[in-house]
Each structure stands twice: as C-alpha cells, then as structure tokens.
C-alpha cells in the first residue's frame, strides 16, 4: 500500500493531481476540499488510498489523513464506491460527515448528489458506530430547533415537492411561528406552495 506521496507537484485540477516522484508522474485522484487545501507550491505531500480492481489501479489522494480515514469508512458501506465517496468529501467537509453520521442526520447525507435516502440511512447505520468510537466523542444530537423542520421538509419530497422549493416556504412559515409542530409546518407549507 501507498501511505503518502512526496514530491513535485505538476499539475492541479479539481479533480486531481499529477504528482512527480522520483522521475514518475502519478496522476492522483481528489475530492474539492482536499483541492482548496493544497497551495500552488512545489513540494507538496498528499496521504493516498491505492484501490486496486480486475481492470485498473486508482490513487486517491488527501490532503489530511482524517479525510482519508472518513473516505475508507465510506468505502466499507455497502453501495458506495469510491465516486460515492469522493462526491460526498466534494461537497461536505470531512467534519461534516463525521458530524453527519454521529449524529444521524439522514438529510444532510442525502443532500449529497447520487446519495438516495435509503443509502444515506445505510451510511449512517453501518458508521455511526465506527465514528462515535473512532473519534471519542459522546452522541451527538442535532439542534431541536431543526428537527421539526428537517421532518417537515422530509415529508414534503415524499410528497414529491422540491426540497429547495420547500425549503423557502418552510423558513417564510417558521419566522412567523416557531414553536408549531411538524403537521402544522405541513399545513401551512402546503398552503404556500
């Protein structure tokens, strides 16, 4: 296994790196955040995932090893493959995915592109306890005041709403009252739209 890659930084690109180590080029695959973490210097160091298949060999590359540690968690879930991974390190911070599936906000997971609820549920269900013990922290709790709205805005796109859509008249009714339940948010949500 590749741990880490040192070396001559040729090429940058969102989606990855071409490294030069020792007179080799090796093109290394990476995620956004891992992107706007490295500078346009020309010594660079990247820690690596070498994913080795039938028809090919793939290097993915980080800029920190918590991420690389969240990436291989994510590969141990059942339907999510590496693209999977990468798209959810693109658009989430490393800690948010932490954060995410500590504290079993199914939502978040799911606003990741490709990522359906029944996969987010999955991540959350075979990981969670892996993060809680990996990263000592204690049951996180998502803040009260979002759960009425996050299940309000859940059972709107069941209802076949779109979320952003949703989501606005969602605020527009939650700023006139904050304290209604989650039917009530429907209610009047539905009203609105």
Known sequence: MIEHLSGKLVEKNPTYLVIECGGVG???????HTFSRIEEQEAIRVFTHLQVKEDSHTLFGFSEKSEREIFRLLLSVSGIGSSTA???LSSLTPVQVRDAIAGGDVATIQGVKGIGAKTAQRVILDLKDKIL?????????LPSNNTNKDEALSALEVLGFVRKQSEKVVDKVLAQDASLSVEDIIKRTLKNL
């Open 133 to 141: 013990k990996i990263y000592d922290i204690d049951e996180v709790s």
């Open 26 to 32: 090796y093109f290394v695959n990476i995620s956004l």
């Open 86 to 88: 990468r798209t959810m």
